[in-house]
């Protein structure tokens, strides 16, 4: 309180102030996410047709008039069987293409804070008189 003398008259100077709420933000880390790939193993079972060879040998009975002609006749022929084999061939392939980024959202947060706010307060006694005289200050004077 600014008190000035000027003759016999007194003149004294009050501030009435305000709180404002000055809000401001910064970042906090709050968590952190690990991600890695894992390989699973999983048992398949498939059935799988496989062609064979066979070598089928088939008797006829032909009444043979010369029964000694049977040797000189014989011949040997080779026949070669064959079969299929399985060959498994394992090659890998996409399923799914996983982007990982990170996406700011916006949500609002409502904060309850209380302020102060100084009012003028008079009080009288005896016969004194008080006029209330309202001017405004601009923002930059004190």
Known sequence: MDIKRNDDEIIAKLQLKEEHLSISKKWMEVGEVDIHKESVTIEKTITVPIVQE???IE????HS???NSKDENLEIIRIPLKEERIEIV????VLQEVEVYKKKFLES???EETIKKE???ISTSGKAVVKEIKTSISQGES
């Open 54 to 56: 066979q070598l089928v």
């Open 109 to 111: 947060q409502f904060i």
């Open 119 to 121: 009012k003028l307060n």
């Open 65 to 67: 008039r010369d029964s």
């Open 59 to 62: 008797k006829k009975d032909l």
């Open 90 to 93: 394992k090659h890998p392939t």
